[in-house]
């Protein structure tokens, strides 16, 4: 069983940057992609990132295109979100995942979620 808890979140101005994390535990060798979505209120949950478990490769969603930087330290069980130029409309909760699915960007492809991350950005 896969365990993620995420931490990082706050409370940040427009413009400004935050690192989320999220550890992980209980590898399980089906997991072949760990992803990022996010919550806003009154909002259904989307995706933000995803990373390949093995390989290098990366999916974003066009809202954060070249302003959020996903990464994995596979040794250290860390996955990571860097967020960049960050917009009052990035306001949510955040949440690690994994999946079986590769480079899934569905919230059905993922079956393991932490308790999410606040991440409040004002203008």
């Known amino acids: 069983q896969v365990h993620l808890v995420e931490s990082g979140g706050g409370l940040v101005q427009a413009g400004g940057s935050l690192r989320l994390s999220c550890a992980h535990s209980g590898r399980r060798f089906s997991t072949t992609t760990m992803g990022w979505f996010r919550q806003a209120p009154g909002k259904e949950r989307e995706f933000v990132a995803a990373i390949s478990w093995i390989l290098d490769n990366t999916v974003y969603a066009d809202s954060v295109e070249g302003r959020f930087t996903i990464s994995r330290d596979n040794p250290k069980n860390t996955l990571y979100l860097q967020m960049n130029d960050l917009k009052v409309d990035d306001t949510a909760v955040y949440y690690c995942?994994?999946?079986?699915?590769?480079?899934?960007?569905?919230?059905?492809?993922?079956?393991?979620w932490g308790q999410g991350t606040q991440v409040a950005v004002s203008s």
């Open positions: 995942a994994a999946s079986r699915v590769a480079l899934s960007v569905v919230t059905a492809g993922y079956d393991c």
